[in-house]
């Protein structure tokens, strides 16, 4: 006797999830924060030991100290752990010091791409790439390198979706069809 579901065709498998892209905003967002770890070490090193109380070169560091985390450490640990991730199937968003936040957008669902450049952006092709998927506020890639690229990609990976989708949704219904089957009823 045979199984009568060894008969049925065996349901395509979805590719694996392969990563397209990791990125973060662009780098120059750190020239003055730098500029600022390096004056300050510039100062402490100048000032340090040739001032009259040994309090007063204390101070210094102290106060160097609060210089380079305010201007130099807090904007590097924000620009480190803000990260966009670019797959086959999804958008990743991950941002977040003290609060770690994660967001997801997959393709399939459909959704409009838009790039924002101002004239530094132009310079360095860098540009704020924003997302609009129908929610209250749209999701911005901000200040990524290449945004023409990676609007193109996103645009292409959504109508590749698209389009993988709406092939299964024809199997689906082809399958219901051959046997007697009828979505939704």
């Known amino acids: 006797m ?12 979805a590719p694996p999830e392969v990563v397209i892209a990791r990125l973060r905003s662009h780098a120059r967002v750190l020239f003055w924060p730098t500029l600022f770890l390096i004056g300050a070490c ?6 340090y030991g040739s001032l009259a109380e040994p309090w007063q070169n204390v101070l210094l560091l102290v106060g160097a100290g609060l ?6 450490l807090l904007p590097l640990v924000s620009w480190l ?20 936040v994660r967001q997801e957008l997959l ?10 450049k101002n004239w530094l952006q132009s310079l360095f092709r860098s540009g704020t790439v924003r997302i609009n998927s129908g929610l209250e ?21 959504m109508e590749q979706s698209q389009t993988v989708m709406a092939a299964r949704r024809q199997e ?14």
Request: aromatic letters at 10%; charged letters at 15%.
């Open 107 to 116: 393709h399939s669902r459909g959704y409009d791409v838009s790039v924002r």
């Open 172 to 185: 689906q219904s082809a399958l219901g069809d051959e046997f007697g089957f009828r979505p939704g009823l």
């Open 137 to 157: 506020h749209p999701l911005s890639l901000r200040d990524v390198p290449d945004a023409d690229l990676v609007q193109q990609v996103l645009q292409d990976l």
């Open 42 to 47: 510039g100062v402490t090193g100048y000032y």
């Open 67 to 72: 210089v380079v985390a305010l201007l130099w």
């Open 2 to 13: 045979t199984n009568p579901a060894s008969s049925l065709p065996a349901a395509p498998t």
């Open 81 to 100: 752990t803000r990260r966009y991730t670019v797959t086959s199937r999804r958008i990743i968003f991950v941002h977040g010091i003290f609060v770690h």
